[in-house]
């Protein structure tokens, strides 16, 4: 499945530098407002430790990863939902994206232009949402006077009438939420919308992990923990939806050889890399899980939105795989690797098979019987 995530900001907050660590690519990332006016797009692997154990295992002859996409989009600002700073094509842009990734200033660095008077990245998010609720409220005023004018001509069958009357009671509660700023409200209403395309397509309601980008000397030891800006960040969202990184470190880092990059890091003090920590948190925040299919040619990792079934999921193989579902071969990871190979996984009765119905779990290892 396509995974799409957004890097939205202020300008000059970092996005643009922590895009080119994330996929290492060359975006520019000048010290100027709106460098980049286009979004753009490039695509970087799932962290997955797994896979390298499977590859032993199998004796495979390549691995192929899950991947998540990122976009890196143009610096919004206050009035960006009415035009200024090029807002209006950007805002479209976050509405093709799956996950908002919040990046938020919280450095000093008198080398490095900031928009803003002073360092509050809470206040810098408040803008952005302002603008992305503005933007939501000149949908939902349009689509609320489409439905309103189909449900007073009473047009449609019994059942369609009734949908469009939800519909537009469910849109003017969106409403006033979002007239009231109450970001939390917004989201609820559009949980209970289900599969309403009007709602689900609000900016404000999407999914969002914040990345506080932190300075290199606050590396070591995790001394970014006592950065007041930081502090904020994580008593207003909570800690899970929090990620931390030196977006100007993780960039030179990502340009470094395994070796040196594993040096580097030493030197600095950084347990793990904060670029891994983001891509987990985006995969965890989409509510994915990993399946994998495993030969002698490759080992690839699947993702999928965690509760589908096996026939759903052998659709990500490949439609006819769906279409022609007969039953699949299942195992899973930690079984393989407490068993030591797959043969012996089926010997002691780890292997089943199982019907369309099966719910897939993470680290699951599928072979799945079709005829079309």
């Given at each position: ?11 000059n ?11 290492k ?20 692997f ?78 810098d998010?408040?803008i952005?949402m ?195 579902f ?35 779990q ?11």
């Open positions: 499945m396509a995974i799409k995530a957004g890097l939205v900001g202020l300008p907050v970092g996005k643009s530098t922590l895009f080119n660590a994330l996929t690519s060359q975006v520019p990332a000048e010290n100027y407002p709106f460098c980049t006016i286009d979004p753009h797009l490039a695509i970087t799932v962290p997955d430790p797994r896979l390298q154990k499977l590859l032993q295992l199998f004796n495979s002859q390549k691995i192929i990863p899950a991947t998540v996409s990122f976009v890196d989009i143009a610096g919004l600002v206050k009035g960006a939902a009415s035009g200024e700073g090029l807002g209006n094509q950007f805002l479209t842009h976050i509405r093709d994206v799956n996950l908002i990734l919040h990046v938020l200033r919280c450095f000093q660095d008198t080398n490095i232009t900031n928009t803003r008077d002073s360092i509050d990245p809470v206040s998010y408040e952005i302002a603008e992305l609720m503005l933007k939501d409220l000149e949908m939902v005023a349009k689509r609320i006077d489409k439905v309103n004018s189909l449900v007073r001509k009473a047009q449609g069958s019994p059942a369609e009438r009734k949908e469009n009357e939800r519909e537009l009671a469910l849109l003017q509660k969106i409403q006033t939420a979002l007239n009231a700023s109450d970001v939390t409200a917004v989201r609820s209403l559009v949980h209970q919308a289900g599969t309403l395309t009007s709602c689900s397509e609000l900016l404000s309601a999407k999914e969002f992990l914040v990345i506080a980008n932190i300075s290199e000397q606050e590396l070591e030891n995790d001394a970014y923990k006592q950065n007041p800006a930081y502090q904020t960040l994580v008593t207003r969202f909570g800690i899970e939806n929090v990620a931390a990184v030196a977006a100007k470190t993780e960039g030179e880092i990502s340009q470094l050889p395994d070796e040196e990059a594993h040096e580097f890091m030493a030197m600095l003090g950084m347990k793990e890399r904060g670029l891994d920590t983001i891509i987990q948190k985006t995969y965890a925040k989409l509510g994915l899980i990993t399946f994998f299919t495993c030969g002698p040619k490759e080992i690839h990792a699947w993702p999928i939105k965690k509760g589908i079934t096996i026939r759903q999921a052998a659709g990500e193989i490949h439609s006819d795989l769906e279409r022609g007969i039953c699949a071969e299942i195992f899973n990871y930690a079984d393989l690797v407490s068993a030591g190979s797959e043969a012996k996984v089926k010997e002691i009765g780890k292997m089943r098979t199982e019907g369309q119905d099966y719910i897939v993470d680290g699951d290892i599928v072979h799945v019987k079709f005829a079309v």
